[in-house]
T-cell receptor
C-alpha cells in the first residue's frame, strides 16, 4: 500500500515552459487535492476533485489546470510557468469530505 | 475570509520539556479542526477534533478543542528530538457539500538533546 505518491520529486523549469505533475493514490479515495506550500504562507489549496471526472477551483487556481480522468490519479498542469510558481507542491487525498487528508511526499519546483 | 492563526511561530526546547502549541480560528460553518506533523516531507495526520472539550490523545501527544473560544491546543509531554517538526493546524468548514481545509502557517518546534 503506497498511499499517495507524486512524480517527479524535483523539477527545474524555465519561464514559459510547461509541465505536468502526477499524483496517484491506491486507497480508493474519492477526494483529491493539490496544494502549494511557500515560506511564511502555509499550505494553500490550488484545485481539488470530488470524484473521477470532476474538478473545482481552490484558493489559488490561477496559472494551473487539473484533470481527474481516473479515480486514482490527479494531474496538475502548468501551461506557462512563471517564477511565482516556484514552490513545493503537495497532493492529498481523502475518503470523503468529512475525513482527514493524506499527503504525498511533495514536488519541489523551481522556475527560473 | 477564513483564518487560522498558530502561535508561537517557532519554539526551541530541551528534551523532556512539555510544550503547548496554540491554534485559533475564524471560519464560517466550522466542521472540524485537524493537527498535522510535518518533518522533511509530507504532513502526517495527528488528530481530528469536532467536539468541544473532548481530549484526543496519542502517546505523549494530546489535543483539545474549545468551540466557544475558537481555539485548540496541542500538548506534547516529555519531548524527544524526534518531535522536532513543523506542526500544522487546519480547519475544515462546510461549503455546500464540499469541505474546504484552511491551514495555519505552522509552528516550528525544535527539541534539543
Amino acid at each position: 500500500n503506497a498511499g499517495v505518491t507524486q512524480t517527479p520529486k524535483f523539477r527545474v523549469l524555465k519561464t514559459g515552459q510547461s509541465m505536468t505533475l502526477l499524483c496517484a493514490q491506491d486507497m480508493n479515495h474519492e477526494y483529491m487535492y493539490w496544494y502549494r506550500q511557500d515560506p511564511g504562507m502555509g499550505l494553500r489549496l490550488i484545485h481539488y476533485s470530488v470524484g473521477e471526472g470532476t474538478t473545482a477551483k481552490g484558493e489559488v487556481p490561477d496559472g494551473y489546470n487539473v484533470s481527474r480522468l481516473k479515480k486514482q490519479n490527479f494531474l496538475l498542469g502548468l501551461e506557462s510557468a512563471a517564477p511565482s510558481q516556484t514552490s513545493v507542491y503537495f497532493c492529498a487525498s481523502s475518503y470523503g469530505s468529512r475525513y482527514e487528508q493524506y499527503f504525498g511526499p511533495g514536488t519541489r519546483l523551481t522556475v527560473t | 475570509e477564513d483564518k487560522v492563526v498558530q502561535s508561537p511561530l517557532s519554539l526551541v526546547v530541551h528534551e523532556g520539556d512539555t510544550v503547548t502549541l496554540n491554534c485559533s480560528y475564524e471560519v464560517t460553518n466550522f466542521r472540524s479542526l485537524l493537527w498535522y506533523k510535518q518533518e522533511k516531507k509530507a504532513p502526517t495526520f495527528l488528530f481530528m477534533l469536532t467536539s468541544s472539550g473532548i481530549e484526543k490523545k496519542s502517546g505523549r501527544l494530546s489535543s483539545i478543542l474549545d468551540k466557544k473560544e475558537l481555539f485548540s491546543i496541542l500538548n506534547i509531554t516529555a519531548t524527544q528530538t524526534g518531535d522536532s517538526a513543523i506542526y500544522l493546524c487546519a480547519v475544515k468548514n462546510s461549503g455546500g457539500s464540499n469541505y474546504k481545509l484552511t491551514f495555519g502557517k505552522g509552528t516550528l518546534l525544535t527539541v534539543n538533546p
